[in-house]
């Protein structure tokens, strides 16, 4: 027979390092017997009983059973034994051969009961045995791994975060690699806050370094919408007048109060952004304006600059009025933008695409849908009963005129309108 390696259960009992299946069985015998004389009784009665595929000594050769294993107690004139067979067979040979071992009646001249106990599928126990390792592995993580690995392991990561940082326009501006695809950009002060917004997931991101505005940030302005992301200190205030004199800016931003955008948390990082405000907002009084962002919610810092916004303010500051601004900068695209009432962005995609993508927007009120294109019957087909009540495009279909509950406009007609 082919030597296995044998290993000893919690039970007491044998099995064989190969096994896939245990076959546990007891045997109550009325009388004195050993264990040669159970293992006789189990090869003698089962000879001819299994088919011939199943011969007990023949499955032994070929390792498919190993060494019944037999432990025997005595007690009062009985016998109990606790009997194991490791089998590496199919589900149905194995049950086949805990059967046959239950109809065992005899050892010797003794009567005899035989009931299995349990069968044992031990790639499952193996499999339970690697989650307990794995577990304890984990546990004790900090003892294992060495501290000067993991500190590698931080370093290697941050590298990794740094290396996601291109290079962009004559001047080398650090920025993420999202700039290039993304139809909204953050704009912020330097490289170490495009690092930090980088590290928590926001690659459409590009620095100006310094309060000289560069080229390449006023021509990424008139074809993106940009939101300036600012310190919440003297400095980002310096900034954002620049940005707001030289730069298209749609939204602004501001770190808390007294805090560095590249020290913000993902936490304030999108509590900041959320709570951006239209640009227009701020063409009055920049500093009283930013004020707001640390006494107000953004519902009340729209109604109390909106209340000291007039008429002569807005020409004086040559203020674009922000339907005006996005279309400019879809011309040419073929594409639509789909905006809240407050002008927040909420869908944007090629016009072919409109019919399929209007069905997966959960429907608002007073929703606005800008077109690089002409605005048709059929386009009004498409919006039917979906919340918008304007659409802008480059012209207007004279059939429609007058014919449809949406209002409709032109880029031209948005120009003598006040938004």
């Known amino acids: 027979m082919m030597v296995i390696n044998l ?25 004195i017997v050993e264990k040669h004389d159970i293992i006789g009784a189990i090869f003698g ?66 009567k005899a009961e035989t009931s299995i106990i349990r069968i044992e599928d031990i790639r499952k126990i ?92 006023i021509d990424l302005s008139k074809r993106k919408v940009v939101t300036a992301f600012v310190d919440g200190d003297r400095s980002g205030l310096l900034i954002l007048k620049e940005l707001l004199q030289v730069a298209d800016v749609d939204y602004i931003a501001r770190a808390p109060k007294g805090k560095e955008v590249q020290y913000l948390s993902l936490k304030e990082i ?9 640009a227009e907002n701020l063409k009055i009084d920049i500093e009283k304006a930013l004020s707001l962002f640390d ?50 962005k909420i869908l944007s995609g090629k016009i072919s695409k409109l019919p399929e993508l209007i069905k997966k927007v959960d429907k608002k009120d007073r929703m606005i849908l800008l077109v690089d294109g002409k605005v048709s019957s059929e386009l009004l087909d498409n919006i039917k009963d979906t919340g918008i009540i304007l659409v802008v495009g480059r012209d207007i279909d004279n059939k429609i005129v007058g014919k449809t509950k949406i209002k409709v406009e032109s880029i031209e007609t948005l120009k003598d309108r006040k938004t």
């Open 45 to 110: 009665q089962l000879d001819g009983l299994l088919p011939s595929s199943m011969d007990l000594q023949e499955l032994q050769r070929i390792g498919k059973i190993d060494r019944i294993n037999v432990k025997v107690s005595h007690r009062e004139g009985k016998t109990d034994a606790k009997i194991i067979v490791p089998c590496n067979m199919t589900k149905l040979e194995v049950a086949v051969l805990a059967a046959a071992l239950e109809s065992i009646d005899r050892v010797g001249p003794s």
């Open 295 to 344: 006494e107000t919610s953004e519902s009340q810092k729209e109604t109390k600059i909106e209340e000291k916004k007039t008429d002569e303010d807005v020409n004086k500051n040559n203020a674009q009025k922000p339907l005006l601004r996005y279309m400019r900068k879809l011309l040419g695209t073929e594409k639509f933008l789909l905006l809240d009432s407050k002008y927040s």
């Open 126 to 217: 193996k499999k339970e045995n690697i989650v307990k390792r794995a577990a304890e592995i984990l546990r004790r993580w900090d003892d294992i791994v060495a501290p000067e690995n993991a500190d590698i392991l931080k370093r290697i990561e941050e590298e990794a975060k740094k290396s996601k940082i291109i290079m962009v326009g004559p001047e080398k501006l650090p920025a993420g690699p999202g700039i290039k695809t993304s139809d909204e950009i953050i704009v912020v002060e330097g490289r170490a806050d495009v690092v930090n917004l980088l590290k928590h997931g926001f690659d459409a991101v590009i620095a100006v370094e310094g309060t000289h505005i560069p080229k390449t940030i």
């Open 270 to 278: 999108k509590r900041a952004l959320s709570r951006r405000i239209p």
């Open 7 to 31: 290993t000893t259960t919690e039970e007491g009992f044998i099995s064989a390092s190969y096994a896939k299946y245990i076959i546990q069985a007891k045997m109550y015998i009325e009388g």
